[in-house]
């Protein structure tokens, strides 16, 4: 069959389209565009649902790449689409390939079930347990402690990395690299009172010893952070974590006055924006 006649001031958007009550299995659907310099892939799909197929179903909210709801995997890439333009992503015939996070089941077209993601959010604690008494007035961090954490507060939770793992496609038990960077977060804040019952939950073969460190959560993360590192620096504390623990009682009889002139742990390592 000869292919279409395709028109260069018009984009081809191949989108993967599946509604379980009404298809068997998914299938790949083409949508023409207007290529307008400016357009980013989330105005083309929005473009699509709303003159050509109001029935393509997809996830998005701020559009400044904040919230984390849009990531896809476009040309086989997990990115943001709110934050990608539509004309660096098309191939030399003017075409792009949308398809949903890759590993996660689809529950329509290009929205994924991400229960197995919050599930394992949930199973490091993200939250900060703080000591029982606040200080009257604030804690006290030195500035390696705060540039420690910095970068791994970025975070968007965007699943992006999650569904580009190798690992987490093999074995569903694996934490993940983004709930392991939200524990490497809480783990090095001088606030935070559990570090070793963190340590314990991530430091099994479930946790930072299942990483293979293929480096894919790297490529993914839209915000450019690295949770291998993370993954790293967690897997060296566990296996030091009763003197790590012992370190973390020591800061925090200081963490409400004026800062220890001696290194905290929480200097130990940062994760760093990748260059
Ligand atoms: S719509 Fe919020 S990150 Fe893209």
Redesign the pocket.
């Known amino acids: 069959m000869a292919s279409p006649v395709r028109s260069k001031s018009m984009a081809t958007v191949r989108v993967k389209r599946f509604n379980p009550d009404s298809d068997a299995k998914p299938y790949m659907q083409e949508f023409q565009v207007p290529n307008l310099q400016g357009t980013t892939l ?1 105005d083309a799909l929005h473009r699509i649902k709303h003159e050509q197929d109001g029935s393509l179903t997809f996830r ?11 990531a896809m995997n476009v040309n086989g890439r997990n990115i ?4 990608t333009p539509l004309q660096g992503q098309l191939d030399r015939k003017g075409v792009v390939t949308i398809k949903p996070l890759p590993y996660l089941p689809i529950i329509k077209d290009l929205v994924v079930d991400r229960s197995t993601f919050w599930n394992e959010y949930l199973r490091v604690k993200p939250w900060l347990v703080p000591p029982a008494t606040s200080p009257e007035r604030e804690f006290r961090m030195s500035p390696e402690e705060v540039a420690a954490l910095h970068n791994a507060e970025t975070c ?1 939770m ?1 699943g992006a990395c999650y569904s580009a793992c190798q690992v987490v496609a093999l074995n569903k038990k694996y934490i993940g690299p983004h709930a392991l960077l939200k524990s490497f977060l809480r783990v090095l804040d001088p606030r935070d009172t559990i570090p070793g019952e963190r340590l314990a939950e991530v430091g099994t073969d479930e946790g930072v010893f299942r990483c293979h460190t293929i480096f894919n959560c790297i490529d993914a993360c839209p915000k450019n952070l690295n949770p291998t590192q993370a993954i790293e620096t967690l897997r060296r504390l566990a296996q030091k974590r009763t003197a790590f623990e012992a370190a973390r009682v020591e800061r925090q009889r200081t963490i409400a006055g004026p800062l220890a002139a001696e290194p905290t742990p929480a200097a130990e390592g940062g994760v760093r924006h990748v260059p």
């Open positions: 989330l998005r909210s701020c559009r400044h790449a904040i919230c984390g709801s849009c943001l689409v709110c934050k968007i965007c």
